[in-house]
């Protein structure tokens, strides 16, 4: 039983560039989270995802984007890249109905220079 | 305030003794508390999960809630060296799981 894959494991870009980040869910899951977790800190709740529809956002700007396709896997959007964007992008997958028990795969790297 | 509040830490604990984490959260309504712990360059796991005032035990891990104060502990028993990680508190705020910044243990062999 395949667990939250995540790719690419690490990304390397530019200020001012656009990022796609990707999240197959644990088999069985239907809900998608994503956070930003920047070096020494905890992560961040950026939004949440169910039946295609964004569920739940937290205090990330619009550069910020999702999507959840009819498969259950994810995609996170980032434009217009800044250097503090700079962090660990985690995915965590869920069954609705027991929300609060998230499994999170490894992780995205994203430097932004 | 915080959402969820952690010390930082470092908590140096000896092998064999008892580490103690402590968490405070801001939201009376919150109903479901976590623990996940998170090795160095690796994602969290969740290992506790409590709703109701008092102790959860699940082996050498007891998680302590009191709503009341608004605080979540988490007892490690007979700590062992693969215990050392960061320890991250996290809260049902709103339906939506917010972490605090994690205690660092590091037990001493």
């Known amino acids: 039983d395949a667990g939250v894959t995540q790719s690419p494991t690490h990304l390397i870009k530019t200020r001012g560039q656009q990022v796609t980040l990707r999240c197959s869910p644990k088999s069985g899951h239907d809900t998608v989270s994503w956070y930003q977790q920047a070096l020494g800190q905890g992560p961040q709740f950026i939004f949440q995802?169910?039946?295609?529809?964004?569920?739940q956002r937290g205090n990330f700007p619009d550069r910020f984007s999702g999507h959840q396709f009819p498969n259950y896997s994810s995609e996170l959007n980032v434009n217009a890249l800044l250097l503090g964007d700079s962090a660990l992008y985690l995915c965590?997958?869920?069954?609705?109905?027991?929300?609060?028990?998230?499994?999170f795969g490894s992780g995205t790297q994203l430097s932004v220079l | 305030q915080k959402e969820v509040e952690q010390n930082s830490g470092p908590l140096s604990v000896p092998e064999g003794a008892i580490a103690s984490l402590n968490c405070t959260y801001s939201?009376?309504?919150?109903?479901?508390f976590f623990w996940y712990r998170q090795y160095s360059g690796k994602s969290p796991e969740l290992i506790m999960s409590?709703?109701?005032?008092g102790d959860k035990e699940d082996g050498r891990f007891t998680a302590q809630l009191n709503k009341a104060s608004q605080y979540v502990s988490l007892l490690i028993r007979d700590s062992q060296p693969s215990d050392s990680a960061t320890y991250l508190c996290?809260?049902?705020?709103?339906?939506?799981?917010?972490f605090g910044k994690g205690t660092r243990l590091h037990i001493l062999p």
């Open positions: 939201d009376r309504g919150s109903q479901s």
């Open positions: 995802y169910y039946e295609e529809e964004e569920r």
């Open positions: 996290a809260v049902n705020k709103d339906d939506k799981i917010i």
């Open positions: 409590i709703y109701s005032n």
């Open positions: 965590a997958s869920s069954l609705l109905s027991t929300n609060e028990k998230l499994f």
